[in-house]
């Protein structure tokens, strides 16, 4: 090979280590497994978990979507993608259904994920007691004595001080009614979408060095009350490009008054709404003439 | 309309672009050559080494042209780099009592066997800019430098016969001789295998080896600050500078099919070791303790700074309290690398829509809510008789 770097980067033994970590993550789903992260040629912080666990998993046969707030086409995604695309030259896709590997931050892509399907997700704390206990060595011994009290206390105190759980992303959830998990930076939103998914989740936390996982059809459960029970986000209006009114809905400033526009955050679900409003439409006027 | 979400790819080739034209400046000024950035900014190339835990010059000069004199995007140059190369081997531990001293200093005996050598420090220097550099030309002028026919004169301040030191082999090491009085713990060398913490992640309680590598990779400033703060209040560990050298080492490894050591080449380290005061407890007789710096080239301020805090990180099989920040392992050796603090610190540039999106729906809902509410305490307020204002007043002395 002319290249100077490995088939996706890494070297086969460092892609083999990480391969045998996130079997070990899927053994015990919700645990978070320790490796030798290496440093990547994109800083920490900017998807270096995600992108060692892609580049572990990823075969010359693969088609790869990257996402990151939804989009195919925010900035580090297209950067991540095309790091694929130059060192593992692997086919790339924004076509959710298409791709058998999808690394994303931040978001799950609306449309169900299918069987033999992978997500791979950026993680910066993988802990979710991290800042509840800073010391790791006592937040391992909670996990693994099942200790998770405090976990409540902190919902608990969030709803007496401000009347609601006060945390909108990385919301944690019991995993397999054993590991309390941080599901990374996505909104709560899409929580329910990891409960009993016929997909596999990855989750890569490059600078905290953790890996773990979600197998297919494992119950994913976000941490709530009887009399406070877990909800998502809502919105008033729909979708001001596709009028779905059921997606994530980011919110767009578009003049100098503050005029907010609301849009979907997953680009390429917002794309085929609008091709399906767009036959409806022309279906409709075509029945009527 | 839609523009502010789109165009990614665009943006980031001329960005790209951009930076090529602002790496370069202006073209009518000479392209700046790897071998003057070798020789010339060499204390940039030894930390950048150093950081970069990869002994090369010329990538290290490459990654210093390459991030525009950015230290720490070169020290993450070198890494993203380093840790795609293969590992044929392991080096036999480098022997820095047989070093090719240039300088080697002890703060703790007027005079030492070996003599005392400054070096080339700037130490006794005052610092006045010499507008003489401005000039080009002036750089010819080499009347200021030390010619070899200059040579045994040296930086040498030591008293002792200079034929007693011209023809050691080895210059003796200062803590030895305080080892000998059993007022220092001997070093051992540990039967227990070596961590490798680029093979595998930190485990707290960390090992000794595993701490030493991590700090050796540390960020200059980080491991500065620290120290610091354990010399004006945050840890008391009395240090004192027992030998500063820096020098060349050779490097060897063993082959296993021929089982005997061949020297690759040699290396310029840098090596601190501070000898600090420890009272002894029922176990031990009061003795001295030590703490530990090295670095690759001449990184002098980070081996002492890399010292004071190795022997703050020992408070905890020193039984002493580890409530102070140089002292608190997992804060001091989580934070430490540059890689992944400038890393994380930076990605807060990348887009957090969605998530600020979450929170603002949040924030929104509880101010409503609080409105609301305020509005009906407002309302009774007025019933009973409570003006707005005087409500007000109240809340302000409340709060």
Redesign the interface.
């Known amino acids: 090979m002319d290249e100077p770097y490995n088939f996706a980067y890494l070297d086969e033994q460092t892609k083999r280590s990480i391969r045998r970590g996130l079997l070990k993550a899927v053994a015990i789903p919700g645990y978070q497994v320790p490796f030798a992260g290496r440093e990547m040629p994109m800083p920490y912080g900017w998807g270096t978990g995600g992108v060692q666990v892609t580049a572990s998993i990823l075969g010359k046969d693969d088609t790869l979507k990257v996402i990151d707030q939804g989009a195919d086409d925010t900035t580090n995604a297209v950067s991540i993608r095309r790091f694929f695309e130059k060192t593992a030259r692997v086919k790339t896709t924004t076509v959710t259904e298409q791709a058998s590997v999808i690394q994303t931050r931040h978001r799950i892509p609306e449309q169900s994920l299918t069987s033999g399907q992978i997500v791979v997700f950026q993680v910066p704390i993988p802990d979710p007691l991290r800042f509840i206990e800073p010391s790791e060595t006592e937040s391992r011994k909670m996990h693994a004595l099942e200790e998770y009290g405090v976990m409540h206390v902190k919902l608990y105190e969030d709803i007496s001080h401000l009347g609601h759980i006060a945390t909108t992303y990385a919301y944690p959830t019991k995993v397999n009614h054993r590991y309390v998990m941080d599901p990374s930076p996505i909104p709560k939103f899409d929580n329910p979408k990891m409960n009993m998914s016929e997909a596999l989740f990855l989750f890569g936390a490059g600078r905290e060095k953790r890996l773990y996982a979600i197998p297919p059809y494992t119950s994913v459960n976000s941490l709530d009350f009887d009399d406070h029970p877990f909800e998502i986000q809502e919105w008033d209006g729909v979708c001001q490009i596709c009028e779905s009114g059921d997606s994530f809905l980011d919110e767009v400033i578009i003049d100098d008054d503050g005029t907010r526009m609301f849009v979907c955050s997953d680009s390429y679900f917002c794309e085929q709404q609008k091709i399906k409003k767009k036959e409806c439409k022309s279906m409709l006027l075509a029945s009527e003439s | 309309?839609?523009v502010?979400?789109?165009?990614?790819?665009a943006?980031?080739d001329n960005a790209h672009k951009l930076l090529a034209n602002k790496r370069r400046g202006d073209v009518s000024v000479n392209d700046l050559s790897i071998p003057q950035i070798k020789q010339q900014l060499s204390l940039a190339v030894d930390r950048v080494m150093t950081e970069g835990s990869l002994y090369d010059q010329d990538l290290a000069a490459l990654a210093i042209k390459q991030a525009m004199g950015d230290t720490i995007e070169a020290i993450?140059l070198l890494?993203?780099y380093?840790?795609?190369l293969?590992r044929f081997n392991f080096t036999q531990v480098i022997d820095t009592s047989a070093m090719r001293v240039e300088r080697r200093i002890s703060a703790i005996y007027k005079d030492i066997p070996g003599g005392q050598a400054l070096g080339p420090t700037f130490d006794y220097t005052h610092r006045l800019l010499d507008f003489s550099l401005l000039v080009e030309e002036n750089e010819n002028d080499d009347s200021h430098l030390l010619k070899k026919t200059d040579v045994g004169i040296e930086s040498s301040i030591s008293t002792l016969s200079d034929e007693a030191t011209d023809h050691l082999e080895k210059y003796p090491r200062v803590l030895d001789f305080l080892q000998q009085e059993g007022l220092l713990p001997a070093s051992v060398n540990s039967a227990q295998a070596v961590d490798d913490i680029?093979?595998?992640?930190?485990?707290?309680?960390t090992s000794r080896s595993a701490r030493l590598q991590q700090l050796t990779r540390a960020d200059e400033g980080f491991l500065l600050a620290l120290g610091y703060s354990t010399q004006r209040g945050y840890g008391r560990t009395h240090p004192f500078a027992g030998e500063i050298r820096m020098g060349y080492v050779d490097v060897s490894v063993t082959v296993d099919e021929l089982g005997f050591d061949i020297c690759l080449g040699e290396i310029c380290v840098s090596e601190c070791e501070m000898v600090n005061q420890f009272a002894g407890n029922q176990t031990q007789p009061p003795q001295f303790t030590q703490g530990y710096g090295i670095s690759f080239g001449f990184c002098e301020r980070k081996t002492l700074a890399m010292a004071l805090v190795d022997r703050s990180l020992q408070a905890k099989e020193l039984g002493e309290a580890t409530d102070t920040p140089a002292a608190s392992e997992?804060f001091v050796l989580?934070h430490c690398d540059n890689?992944?603090a400038?890393?994380?610190?930076?990605?807060l540039k990348?887009?957090?829509?969605?998530?600020f999106?979450?929170?603002?729906?949040?924030v929104r809902?509880?101010r409503k809510?609080y409105f609301v509410k305020n509005t009906e305490n407002a309302s009774e307020d007025s019933a009973t008789t409570k003006t707005q204002s005087q409500y007000k007043s109240e809340e302000r002395t409340n709060g």
Do not use: C, N, W
């Not at chain 2, 400038?342 to 990605?347: P, T």
């Not at chain 2, 999106?357 to 949040?362: F, K, N, T, V, Y």
């Open positions: 309309m839609y502010a979400v789109k165009g990614g790819e943006a980031i993450f890494r993203a380093r840790t795609t293969p680029t093979r595998e992640p930190l485990d707290y309680p997992e989580s890689v992944e400038s890393g994380f610190v930076s990605h990348l887009p957090h829509y969605v998530d999106q979450s929170e603002l729906a949040l809902k509880m809510e």
